[in-house]
């Protein structure tokens, strides 16, 4: 009889366990999809700010005189806009 009641209390101890470790691998793996979205969403981002960066930049080429000012040291001098970007991400043109 008391071989029942260890073999019983045994098996009690194992569905616990499994329930346990079923438990906490729905909760891994709840944990890593959400991990997976936010990664993505933050490789978007990184993407958008890259090409706004590449936007500004094609308006600074695009708008800057491409040739020194007349009546200067570098008249007729081919120039090449310059892009300055800032810690904080800003861009500007000089």
């Known amino acids: ?10 098996q ?3 569905d616990e366990l499994e329930r346990r470790v079923e438990e ?14 936010e990664i993505a969403e933050r490789e978007a981002a990184v ?3 890259k090409e706004s960066r590449r936007q500004v930049l094609g308006a600074c080429l695009n708008t800057r005189p491409l040739t020194g000012p007349a009546q200067s040291p570098i008249q007729g001098k081919k120039l ?11 861009i500007y043109c000089a």
């Open 47 to 49: 993407e958008e700010v």
């Open 24 to 37: 906490h691998a729905a909760e891994l793996s709840r944990a890593k999809a959400l991990s997976e979205h």
């Open 1 to 10: 009889m008391e071989n029942v009641i260890l073999r019983q209390q045994l």
């Open 12 to 14: 009690q101890a194992r």
């Open 80 to 90: 090449v806009p310059k892009v300055i970007i800032s810690p904080a991400s800003t």
